[in-house]
C-alpha cells in the first residue's frame, strides 16, 4: 500500500513528541520504525578553495570532492546506506560552484552511488563574497543491528587506514596514496573480522580511537612503536580508524591499496 503524503504527515505530526531521537558520535539517528533508523551526518569548510580570501588555495573541483568525503565516510562508517546528498555552497552558482557541485557528484560516483544519486543544495546568490564555504550534509538508512557504532571487542587491534594529513601543514591531493580512497573504504566495509569503524577528523587518531574504546565500554591499550603521529589532525577524514581482529589486519594489510598501521589493542577497562 502506498501512503499518501498528508497520510505520512499525519502519522509523524501524532508522534512527533514522541520520535526517538539519539546522537552516536557525530552522527544523528531518527527512528522511523520500530528497528530501522535515519542516520545524518554533517561537515563543514572555510577558507579552502581558489577564491581570494581563502587560507588554503585549492581547485574549486577538489574542495568538492574532499568537502563531501568527511559525512559519506561516517555514513559509510556506521554501516548506513547512503540514500540522498546536500550541499550547502556560500558562493553563487557560477564556474566556482559548478566545479565545487562536480567534485563532490565525483566523490559520490567514486563510493560506488552512481549518477543518478540525489544530490541537491543552496548557494548564496545575493551577497559578494571572496571566501570558499560549503556545508555538506548526507542521510542514509540502516536497520539497528547493522549499526557499527559499538560493535567492537575486547582484543580487537585499532587499526588506521591511511595517515592524518591536514593543511595548510600538508599538501592533500586526491592522487596521494597515503591517504584513504573509497576503494579502500569499500573493501574495510566488506573485510569479515571489521567491526567498528570511525574516520578520524581534527581531532586526530588518538581521540577518535579512545571514541572507540568508550562507546563498546572498553579501553585502549597504544603500541609502544607508533608510526604515525596520533594527535595530529587528519583535515577532511584522510584515514580511518576501525577495531578488527588478527586476521582482518592482516587482509588488509596485503590487500588494501592504501596503507595500514596498527595503533594499539582494546582491552577492559582497569577498576
Do not use: W
Not at 51 to 67: C, H, L, T
Not at 76 to 104: H, Q, W, Y
Amino acid at each position: 500500500m502506498i501512503l499518501s503524503t498528508e497520510t505520512i504527515y499525519n502519522t509523524f505530526k501524532n508522534i512527533r513528541q514522541d520520535l526517538f531521537i539519539k546522537t552516536i558520535r557525530d552522527l544523528t539517528l531518527i527512528r522511523v520504525s520500530d528497528k530501522h533508523y535515519m542516520v545524518i551526518a554533517v561537515d563543514s569548510d572555510g577558507g579552502i578553495g581558489p577564491q581570494e580570501g581563502d587560507v588554503v588555495q585549492i581547485p574549486a573541483y577538489v574542495s568538492g570532492r574532499f568537502a563531501i568525503r568527511v559525512p559519506l565516510l561516517e555514513i559509510l562508517s556506521s554501516g548506513a546506506t547512503p540514500i540522498c546528498a546536500f550541499d550547502m555552497l556560500t558562493m553563487p552558482m557560477n564556474e566556482i560552484g559548478k566545479e565545487i557541485l562536480r567534485g563532490v557528484k565525483d566523490e559520490l560516483k567514486a563510493a560506488g552511488l552512481g549518477n543518478d544519486f540525489p544530490v541537491s543544495g543552496s548557494t548564496e546568490d545575493n551577497v559578494p563574497t571572496n571566501m570558499t564555504g560549503i556545508g555538506t550534509t548526507i542521510i542514509g538508512m540502516i536497520h539497528e543491528n547493522e549499526l557499527r557504532p559499538g560493535s567492537s571487542k575486547e582484543g580487537d587491534l585499532i587499526i588506521s587506514v591511511g595517515k592524518a594529513k591536514s593543511g595548510p601543514d600538508d599538501k592533500i591531493t586526491l592522487d596521494d596514496i597515503e591517504i584513504i580512497s573509497q576503494e579502500s573504504m569499500y573493501l574495510l566495509t566488506r573485510t569479515k573480522g571489521v567491526h567498528d569503524i570511525l574516520p578520524v577528523g581534527s581531532h586526530g587518531i588518538r581521540y577518535e580511537a579512545e571514541q572507540i574504546a568508550t562507546t563498546s565500554g572498553l579501553s585502549v591499550e597504544y603500541n609502544n612503536k607508533l608510526e604515525l603521529n596520533i594527535d595530529k589532525s587528519a583535515g577532511p577524514s584522510t584515514c580511518v580508524l576501525a577495531s578488527c581482529d588478527e586476521k582482518a589486519y592482516r587482509e588488509l594489510k596485503e590487500n588494501c591499496s592504501t596503507p595500514v598501521f596498527k595503533i594499539g589493542k582494546l582491552q577492559k577497562k582497569r577498576e
